[in-house]
């Protein structure tokens, strides 16, 4: 339940910074990833 006295942009901007805090962490993983294949297959 929400209350009632939540302002509806003060709420979707929370759920955005969520949505950004979940997603900048695994573009950041997955950049990392990337760059160790990478440097991996230029080891080989």
Request: charged share 20%; aromatic share 0%; with cysteine.
């Amino acid at each position: 339940m929400k209350p009632v006295s939540v302002d509806p942009a003060m709420t979707a901007r929370a759920e955005l910074l969520n949505s950004t805090a979940t997603i900048l962490p695994l573009r950041q993983v997955a950049q990392s990833c990337q760059n160790h294949d990478m440097t991996e297959h230029s080891e080989h």
